[in-house]
């Protein structure tokens, strides 16, 4: 069994981070449908959390899940990070605290945070040193492979000195973005050289290759994946799908849409949720057309459940 400090997860499995994404509808459907182990938060700014900013806050609004969720923090400076992490503690009913170091948005590097960290190691370890001491909660590290160099070694060990209680790496570099493959070639050097849980991270899209990254490293983290196939957690739990399962999880999707954001927000929603699930599936050209062109929330939602029927 997996155990991230005091917090014993149900399946080695974790939805990954991903801005825009694994919000509150996300999270919840997430839950209603199991087979996840753990949840994390879209990146959530440290100072906007630190100045009560209202956007942050709404971001942040409390769900009842059966699934424990992380926040993810991200920011520069181990005083804002810190303070954040105390207010998540005392606050919130969130049940551990990801630090964000592995972001290669342009804004958020030149800001100092994300992947930055990754370049400035002493800065690294003050930040984890500092919100370890403002927390109790389980604390965990999503870093890089490197920012253009691998660091791998050096950043996870830092971590782990610092007292955090797991470590997440997507084997790409901050260079890398999003393109080529994960190099999961270095994860049994990087595990050999822990004694925290690792949690591997890229380019997981089926149950196949979750099972077999599961013989190296201690748990894994799964972004696109999830949005591909919403039952792959599911499955990799033992649990079976049928395709028409499709069809309950849109409508559920358009449901909570609905219920969790004003209009003018809905469609540009439905179209960031269901685009890994149309790109992966035969018929993406024709749904590109009728879904990502399309003008209106109520139109696109009829199409999608036309196109995933249900019983
Ligand atoms: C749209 C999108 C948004 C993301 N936002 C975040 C984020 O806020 N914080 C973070 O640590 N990683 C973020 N990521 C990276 C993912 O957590 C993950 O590391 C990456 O997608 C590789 O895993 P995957 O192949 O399973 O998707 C994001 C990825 C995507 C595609």
Known sequence: MLKIGALCLAQPTVLAPMAGLTDRVLRLLMDEMGGCGL?????????GLRRRNRRTLEMIVGLQTRTPQFIQLFGAAPEPLAEAAAIVSAETAFAGIDLNMGCPVPKVVRSGAGASLLQDLPRLAAVVAAVRRSTNLPL???????????NVMETTRIIEAQGADAVAVHFRLKSEGYTGSAHWD?????????RIPLLGNGDIMTVALAREKLQIVDGVLIGRGALANPYLFR??????????????????????????YPERKRLGKLKAFTRFLLLSRPGARSWKRRIFLSQDFMEARAFLEETFPCR
């Open 140 to 150: 965990t590290v999503k870093v890089r492979l490197g920012f253009s160099q691998v």
């Open 186 to 194: 270095l994860a049994a050097a990087v595990k050999e050289n822990l």
């Open 235 to 260: 499955e990799i739990a033992g649990q079976a799908t049928e395709e028409e399962d499709l069809g309950v999880y849109v409508r559920r999707l358009g449901d909570l849409i609905v219920e969790h």
């Open 39 to 47: 949840m994390v938060s879209e990146m959530i700014a440290a100072e």
